[in-house]
């Protein structure tokens, strides 16, 4: 009888190889699911407990308020910026292959930590880290879909995969807090090494290398992957430059119109390419167009409820750090919560209608917080819970929805877009809390007491943003909505 390697060694070349069975359980495919979970904890863990850090790594490197502003910065940048261009790198040499090598690079810059001794040193190992996130994060999303066959597995196993990670956000800061009360701040991000080990062997023996007839071969649009990757950079960069306001008043106008500019630029040379980056023909498809359109209008409004929040609490109302991570509570509870009703929500009404119901109770939320959030917390609370409900059931289901609509030989550039989408428009949804804010409140916004004056500033400024917010998000959604009734079955 011949062995695996020999079987191998008389197959023809080119010969297609004969695919290995779906799981039929989520319990058959732990190993495969304990790596992929590991992926997305490391997403959410490794911003949500550095943020916490800040204050003593400004002090400990002599960073200014920039330069810490960077920290945070450079991973998102870099992160949003390159998921395309490697998105579409894995279709071609193997998701499996670039996740891997991204979990290596992860263990290793996250080890670098411990030798940094200035802001710059921490900015590029930060940048690093976004490279990391944006070669494993997407392929995340892509490889769980392929691992089953039948859709309910698949809403289970993201579900499953989004509630991990979705534990780590809520304890990243507490976890944090109380680390560096004994420890130096390096010692936050060395989670990192163990999480990513955990993974790659997760990934390494619970999910076969691609097949070759699942990849495609088509040559790299190059052009197209430097303007897309130069929009997204000037995109996510633009709305920093708007909030921060330290800069000259023509920088972040300047950004944006070349984030516009390139964006145009990238259009055009994707419609013209032989072998375009991302097709803009699969973008079109009903079931791929209205998932980023959900997945967009949750992204514009869990930032920007999130930021004006986060001002009212210590700001307007005079709370503590303490008191405000309190007062955020429900989300975190709901969000975490959130993952046992999805699958039977999406059984009984659908997945088309799952995503219904989650982007309206976001763009209900934002509502609620524009209409009522000054009245009190427990508006601003039923606010947090209708957005986190709806951002729950929309993070499954845009992601299921998007996968279900494109060849198997793009899931991974899809994926991306997933992601791409929520990064831009968390952006957005900041820089335009931030310009509203910015244009309707005098004075120092950051100053320890407001004059009653200030304070109806303050009020004005959050309805106005959080009901420009809902317009926008509402638009997504009735356009999202209106794309999916045109098409629920995947194309060929």
Do not use: C
């Not at 920007?304 to 009212?312: A, H, I, R």
């Not at 500033?457 to 959050?462: G, K, M, N, T, V």
Request: net charge positive; hydrophobic share 55%.
């Amino acid at each position: 009888m011949l062995t695996r390697r020999q079987r191998r060694a008389v197959e023809p070349v080119g010969a297609v190889t004969e695919a290995p069975r779906s799981p039929r359980s989520l319990r058959e495919a732990w190993v495969a699911l304990a790596g992929l979970s590991a992926v997305f904890l490391f997403e959410m863990l490794d911003n949500s407990i550095l943020n916490v850090a800040l204050p003593t790594i400004g002090r400990d490197l002599s960073a200014s308020a920039a330069g810490l502003q960077w920290v945070t910065g450079a991973y998102a940048v870099v992160f949003g910026g390159l998921m395309l261009a490697l998105g579409a790198l894995a279709d071609r040499v193997g998701r499996r292959r670039i996740m891997l090598v991204g979990l290596v690079l992860l263990g290793v810059t996250s080890l670098l930590t411990v030798f940094v001794t200035t802001v710059e040193q921490l900015i590029l190992v930060r940048a690093a880290m976004g490279v990391a996130a944006a070669m494993t994060t997407p392929g995340s999303l892509a490889l769980a879909f392929r691992l089953f066959d039948a859709d309910g597995l698949r809403v289970r196993a993201t579900a499953l995969i989004s509630t991990v990670g979705l534990v780590g956000l809520g304890i990243g800061p507490t976890a944090g807090g109380f680390v560096l009360a004994f420890a130096p701040w390096q010692v936050l991000l060395l989670p990192n090494v163990p999480v990513a080990a955990l993974a790659f062997i997760g990934i390494r023996g619970g999910i076969p290398a691609d097949r070759a007839e699942d990849l495609h071969r088509d040559p790299i649009d190059v052009v197209g992957a430097l303007l897309g990757t130069a929009t997204i950079l000037l995109t996510l960069v633009a709305p920093t430059l708007f909030v921060d306001g330290s800069g000259p008043s023509w920088l972040p106008w300047t950004t944006a119109a070349a984030a516009v500019a390139m964006g145009v630029l990238f259009v055009l040379r994707e419609r013209t390419a032989r072998h375009p980056l991302l097709d803009l023909g699969l973008v079109a498809r009903p079931l791929v167009s209205s998932g980023l359109a959900f997945k967009a209008a949750s992204g514009l409004a869990t930032a920007g409820l999130g930021y004006l929040v986060t001002l009212q609490f210590q700001l307007d109302w005079g709370w503590t750090p303490a008191r405000a991570a309190i007062g955020m509570l429900p989300q975190v509870v709901v969000l975490i919560a959130g993952g046992a009703v999805i699958g039977p929500l999406v059984r009984r009404v659908g997945l088309d209608q799952a995503g219904w119901l989650g982007a309206g109770a976001v763009v209900s939320g934002l509502a609620v917080y524009g209409v009522l959030g000054r009245f009190g917390y427990v508006w601003v609370a039923l606010a947090l819970v209708l957005v986190a409900a709806g951002l729950r059931v929309v993070g499954v289901v845009a992601g299921t929805n998007v996968m279900r609509g494109l060849p198997k030989n793009r899931t991974t550039i899809g994926a991306a877009l997933v992601d791409t989408a929520s990064e831009v428009t968390t952006g957005i949804g900041i820089a335009v809390s931030g310009t509203i804010l910015a244009a309707l409140f005098t004075g120092g916004l950051a100053r320890s007491s407001w004059s009653p004056h200030q304070r109806a500033q303050f009020h004005e400024a959050a309805t106005a943003a959080a009901l420009v917010l809902t317009v926008l998000a509402a638009a997504l959604v009735g356009w999202g909505i209106a794309r999916s009734r045109r098409g629920s079955s995947p194309q060929p």
